[in-house]
DNA sequence: ACAGGCTCTTAATCTTTCATTAACCATTTT
DNA sequence: AAAATGGTTAATGAAAGATTAAGAGCCTGT
């Protein structure tokens, strides 16, 4: 929750709290984004008004820093043009002031229960990587007729950029994924297996692991028509 | 859409209908449920307040009836007790009457983009600049089958500038909404992106970024007929 | 319990990238 | 003409990334 009033930040998270809601109060935006850096929430709850940098803003640098972390906002201007620009920045949600705090927490009940449920159980056994293949469940990485043994999480790593094949993957996305935490250590680590993926797919050298500045990586495979 | 009122219900059905949904317009519950039995519809619309079968009593029977079908409600009723009603009985949205459409249409396009899972074009956007082609999220410019990968400066300059293509943009906007703040030295920051930008964009010659003294920055695309 | 593989993390070091700043010139406004 | 604003190019330094090697756990079998 962003919140720079006292008052109402301080009741809003000690009402979420007893509704039994993880809740981490920032007074401002900057407090914000390092905050959601560590990347463990679920969901932001966002002040439109606020006096150094306002939710709209927040929301956009956000967006600029590829947190991809559900926001709702909160607030007492309610000009249809403020509505508008809320949702088209992204928001799952807007709330006009004052708000009720049953229904607030009623709607972030709703809200999390159709944002939570990310189950990617259905996935595809066997990955084709250029002239490689990815067998998943044995840890395979296949070429001709030759094959290495990943270990689980090389294989992992090569399987998230594999299933967003040419799109970026974020490190945040990754290391939420692969390790829970994005923290400066495991990212060290990230570094370490993309080094080593690299080395294995240096047998097909159409494939390429990019790096894309401050963002992440596109494992990219040419198209053939 | 389930509204009995006839004024009302004509009223969202072709406003509706002229964004772009498919709109389905039932008079009261007991069509709504028949009309359900045999469509195939992505969401529903509930006025709270009808005279033989109420959204609520609608919400029920649907629920009885295992009608996975997500619904919002419509309501001139905002008395908290219904609000939490609503929400108890499953409801993704509670709108108050009186409904400005224009949020009811940006409201059931958060509503859909979050319920139909295979719609990724919220990520994927990609703005159109003449013979250029700008993919936010993998920070390329695409010019034939060439690529360019911007940085995260360039490419959100970029992107501002080509969503109020033709338009200006202020400094002060530009400076706020990439760099949080408006100073000196941000801004010949900017000046030096501009330039950069300017570089990148020449093979296509119908393209300019024009400079308004004092005020800002316009990317100017003609517009062919 | 402990030796020997594995695997992952941490460290150390080197390379690359990119936003910023500076320096200087051009253009526009007053 | 002076002052302010805008444009361009290049240098700089901090941050991010790449690579290699060493260290720390953790199984597993004896």
Redesign the interface.
């Known amino acids: 929750m962003v919140e720079d009033e006292e008052s109402l930040g301080y009741l809003l998270s000690e009402y979420l709290g007893m509704k039994g809601f993880q809740v981490t109060w920032a007074k401002d935006g900057e407090e914000a984004l390092e905050l959601m850096e560590k990347g463990n929430f679920d969901l932001a709850i966002l002040d439109v008004m606020m006096p150094r940098?306002d939710g709209f803003?927040l929301a956009?640098?956000m967006r600029?820093n590829a947190m991809e972390l559900p926001f709702l906002f909160l607030t007492a201007r309610s000009l249809?043009i403020d509505?508008?620009k809320g949702?088209?920045l992204?928001?799952?949600?807007y709330l006009k002031k004052p708000i009720?705090e049953?229904?607030l927490v009623?709607?972030i009940?709703?809200l999390l229960s159709?944002?939570i449920p990310e189950d990617r159980s259905m996935e595809q056994e066997i990955l084709v990587l250029g002239q490689y293949q990815l067998d998943c469940k044995n840890q395979k990485l296949i070429f001709e007729d030759d094959f290495t043994t990943l270990t689980t999480r090389e294989m992992e790593l090569l399987r998230i950029l594999a299933i967003n094949k040419?799109?970026?993957c974020t490190h945040k996305e990754i290391l939420i994924k692969l390790w829970g935490d994005n923290d400066y250590f495991n990212r060290k680590s990230l570094n370490v297996f993309i080094t080593r993926l690299r080395n294995y797919l240096k047998k097909d050298d159409t494939l390429k692991i990019?790096n894309?500045?401050?963002?992440g990586f596109?494992l990219r495979i040419p198209n053939i028509a």
Chains 1, 2 share one sequence.
């Open positions: 940098m803003a956009e640098r600029i249809k509505v508008l949702f088209a992204g928001a799952v949600d009720d049953e229904e009623v709607r009940h709703t159709r944002l040419n799109n970026l990019e894309v500045h401050g963002k596109i």
